[in-house]
């Protein structure tokens, strides 16, 4: 296997969903490509090294312009063959795949995994290999040795008949849900993390074993709360839904920083070079590696309690605390009696302060925790751009 510390294996689709949202018209842009290019300018903002597999294909991920800022800012963007040196796991990883949706798809439960009402529509917004059975047996025997060959063709060709009854969604998103069940299973046996394109996200997580905690999501997760309580104050005030429940913070930072489309990726690398950002970086892909190892949890536990004082502290600036408060039992002397009565009272907890000359992944994270109180969401923001 090629060297890939540190690097998180991406979907394909999510690249080409990306790329497409990058250089569509904004009002006829899906929102599944929408949100693929989120989660890549999150990548590039947030990972050491992301990647994507090469192993079923004999051409490369066609986004020049991504691959152009990756190169001339420490490749942290490339492709690899995760499981080359293998035929046999590779042929092992594909039946175990076919054997994974041919289940879903006889109990009927693939579209209720995938987590989203599919329309007729919804297939259009991907590659077209996904609607093609003869080009995915194709593509997909690509990377398989001789030796493996015609067991996998076997096991294909009986999807592909199982799947031929089923309607043209059905099919289209059976062969995607493959994708995605092989990918989660290289990832495992290569031992890097798995970042599924959105639509395999929910699939993933109730079909196979739990995925590997990931730092970066609990911290993004955390100082996303500001803005969901900003939101739900809104919201509570006016009596509806005014304001979006859908922030993607780091994205929608981008777009805030951009006066153009054609800006975008350049704006996300400029703040992935930031002094802050990498910082922050350094301080999650740490946290992410003892996590890995399952090592130094006083180091774990003490940056989980950083970012909690953190979101605290912010929350207290903008107004967003409630006062907290505990019961407890007096026992009130009167003539001839006791009495006992229940009272709130304020409740006194100590939460370890933030230094006031915050470290640089600290100044960041409490940057973006205000931002997300200004910024509009990432698909109004992106729609907005020339």
Known sequence: ??????????????????????????????????????????????????????????????????????????????????????????????????????????????????????????????????????????????????????????????????????????????????RGFYYQGMASSAGVPYMPHTWRSTLIRNRLAPRRARFGDLVMGKVGLIRGGMRDRVNGELGGAAISADFPLIASYVAGQCDSRATLLKTAVEVRRSAKATALRKWIDGIEHKLRDQEDLVAIRAAQDELRTLVHETERELGLTRTEKQQVTLTIGVPMLSA???????????????????????????????????????????????
């Open 340 to 386: 006992e009565t229940t009272a709130s009272m304020p409740l006194r907890t100590r939460r370890p302060r933030l230094l006031r000359r915050r470290r640089p992944h600290l100044v960041f994270l409490r940057e973006l925790a205000r931002e997300s109180a200004r910024l509009a969401p990432f698909d109004i923001a992106f729609r907005r751009l020339g």
């Open 1 to 178: 296997m090629e060297p890939h510390d540190g690097y998180v294996l991406m979907d394909n689709t999510t690249i080409f969903g990306a790329r497409r949202a990058h250089e569509a018209d904004p009002a006829e842009c899906s929102g599944v490509d929408l949100r693929s290019l989120m989660d890549v300018l999150e990548a590039v903002v947030l990972l050491e090294g992301f990647t994507v597999d090469n192993s079923s294909r004999d051409t490369y991920v066609d986004w020049p312009e991504l691959y152009d800022v990756s190169r001339v800012n420490g490749d942290f963007f490339r492709e690899t063959a995760l499981v080359a040196d293998s035929g046999e796991l590779y042929a092992e990883l594909l039946g175990n795949s076919a054997a994974h949706v041919l289940r879903l798809v006889r109990s009927g439960r693939l579209l209720d995994d995938l987590g989203f009402l599919t329309a007729s529509d919804d297939i259009r917004t991907l590659p077209s290999l996904y609607r093609d059975s003869a080009q995915f047996v194709d593509l997909t025997l690509q990377g398989v040795d001789r030796a493996h060959e015609q067991a996998v063709a076997r096991e294909l060709r009986n999807l592909v008949r199982v799947l031929d009854g089923t309607g043209a969604v059905v099919r289209g998103l059976a062969y995607f849900a493959f």
